[in-house]
C-alpha cells in the first residue's frame, strides 16, 4: 500500500487547510487510516483516525472540534479537514494506514506511511 500525502502550506492563526492523502496499491487489505503530525523538536504525535469500512473517526485532544476527517472508499482518499488553526499545528503531517487492527494513537502501529506534507501557521 502506498500513501501520497497534499494540501499543506502556509496558513495565518485562525485559517483553514484541508489535507488530503491518497492510497494506492492492496487498499483492500486496509483495516485504518490516520493523521499524525511532528513537530521540530517533539515526537510524533496522533492527530485523526478512521476506520476504513465503518468511518468511525477518532481525534487526539488538541484538535477535538477544529479537525474533521473524512474518507472516500470509492477514490481511496483521505481528507483532513482543519479549521480554526493555531500555530501549536505547525508540524509535518504524515497518513498512515493499518491493515491489522483498530484505530490507534501509536504510530508503532501503522505499517504504512505518506512522506509529509508541511503545515506551518502564523501567529
Known amino acids: 500500500v502506498q500513501l501520497q500525502a497534499s494540501g499543506g502550506g502556509l496558513v495565518q492563526a485562525g485559517g483553514s487547510l484541508r489535507l488530503s492523502c491518497a492510497l494506492s496499491?492492496?487498499?483492500?487489505?486496509?483495516?485504518?487510516v490516520a493523521w499524525f503530525r511532528q513537530a521540530p523538536g517533539k515526537e510524533r504525535e496522533f492527530v485523526a483516525g478512521?476506520?476504513?469500512?465503518?468511518?468511525?473517526?477518532y481525534y487526539g485532544d488538541s484538535v477535538k472540534g477544529r479537525f474533521t476527517m473524512s474518507r472516500d472508499n470509492a477514490k481511496n482518499t483521505v481528507d483532513l479537514q482543519m479549521n480554526n488553526l493555531k500555530s501549536d499545528d505547525t508540524a509535518v503531517y504524515y497518513c498512515?494506514?493499518?491493515?491489522?487492527?483498530?484505530?490507534?494513537?501509536?504510530?508503532?502501529?501503522?505499517?504504512?506511511w505518506g512522506q509529509g506534507t508541511q503545515v506551518t501557521v502564523s501567529s
Open positions: 498512515a494506514a493499518d491493515g491489522t487492527g483498530i484505530v490507534t494513537t501509536k504510530d508503532s502501529s501503522y505499517q504504512y
Open positions: 496499491g492492496r487498499t483492500s487489505s486496509i483495516y485504518s
Open positions: 478512521i476506520s476504513w469500512s465503518g468511518g468511525r473517526t
